[in-house]
């Protein structure tokens, strides 16, 4: 106890004597400044962990303004441990743009394009390739390029959602509104080329062959033996790889289709002409007279035989 003793000399220090009439001031409160209204009006959307956070995503912690930073460092935005304003690494992924109040009023966009019907619904699972469409809610959506593709099927990116923050338009484009659904098309045929290679096809494809770029591979189908060749860097990487077959689903990745080396005839061929006609007369000869008459008539009449 201070005062008290000999040993509180050890843990205290003795600073003067008091007036206990005297009443105590307290010391001024230091508020934090508040920092300048953004450049936007209202308030995006709060901060979600694990959210689709690219370079430039803006959100809100409370009435504070966030955006992502560009470059690598938007790469740690969705992580947590990097919670705009929370800790020690969040300036590491976000910059504060501001102070906000209120909500952004939703904008009411008119739709790109107004399809004629809506395409199949969107299946979780679907192996969707670049280009393919798919309807959610009323509109259709068009799966981005490759790599964002790879996404375009996996639950989580379901279109027309908000889950982990929208994700979704990172790997669909919306395409418009779209009602009923799309009538079949009659597509034209086409005609698979045929792969001239000096009449052999080159060796059939095996699975875990070390193939690189400009490989060429065969594999057999009803329609014949196909010709496929390795793509180029970065892509022929997929070549060598388990599930990137070139028939595959995904074997497309890689695998570029050359045409048929050795298809399979449809049609029998019409059998050759006899090279020299039969010498041997008709086994039965016509009994009625030639239809067509002389074509120059003898103008002289025939004499009258003699007796």
Not at 105 to 121: F, I, K, N, V, Y
Not at 268 to 277: K, L, M, N, W
Request: charged share 5%; net charge neutral; glycine share 12%.
């Amino acid at each position: 106890m201070p005062g008290t003793g000999t040993a509180w000399i050890e843990a205290w220090t003795l600073l003067g004597s008091c007036n206990p009439a005297i009443a105590l001031t307290p010391a001024p409160t230091t508020l934090a400044p508040t920092a300048a209204a953004w450049s936007g009006v209202g308030c995006p959307n709060a901060y979600v962990t694990g959210g689709a956070y690219v370079e430039g995503s803006t959100v809100a912690v409370g009435t504070s303004v966030y955006e992502c930073k560009a470059g690598a460092a938007s790469g740690w935005c969705p992580l947590a441990g990097y919670m705009p304003g929370t800790g020690t690494a969040w300036d590491q992924a976000w910059t504060l743009k501001g102070s906000c109040t209120g909500t952004i009023a939703p904008t009411t966009l008119s739709p790109t394009a107004t399809q004629p019907g809506c395409p199949s619904a969107w299946v979780s699972g679907t192996a969707y390739a670049a280009g393919a469409m798919v309807s959610a809610g009323g509109k259709s959506f068009q799966c981005n390029a490759h790599p964002m593709s790879l996404f375009c099927g996996q639950p989580g990116y379901e279109p027309n959602t908000e889950k982990f923050g929208g994700a979704y338009k990172l790997t669909w484009t919306d395409m418009g509104t779209c009602a009923g659904t799309l009538a079949p098309v009659t597509a034209t045929p086409t005609v698979t080329p045929v792969y001239t290679v000096g009449g052999a096809c080159p060796a059939a494809y095996a699975a875990g062959t070390a193939y690189s770029a400009g490989s060429k591979v065969t594999t057999v189908t009803a329609g014949g033996k196909n010709v496929y060749e390795c793509k180029a860097f970065p892509y022929s990487g997929y070549c060598i790889q388990a599930g990137y077959e070139p028939d595959g689903t995904y074997g497309s990745m890689g695998w570029t289709l050359l045409g048929v080396c050795d298809p399979v005839a449809t049609d029998s061929p019409t059998a050759a002409p006899t090279a020299s006609p039969s010498k041997a007369p008709t086994a039965s000869p016509s009994k009625a007279p030639t239809a067509t008459p002389t074509a120059s008539p003898s103008k002289a009449p025939t004499p009258p035989p003699t007796a």
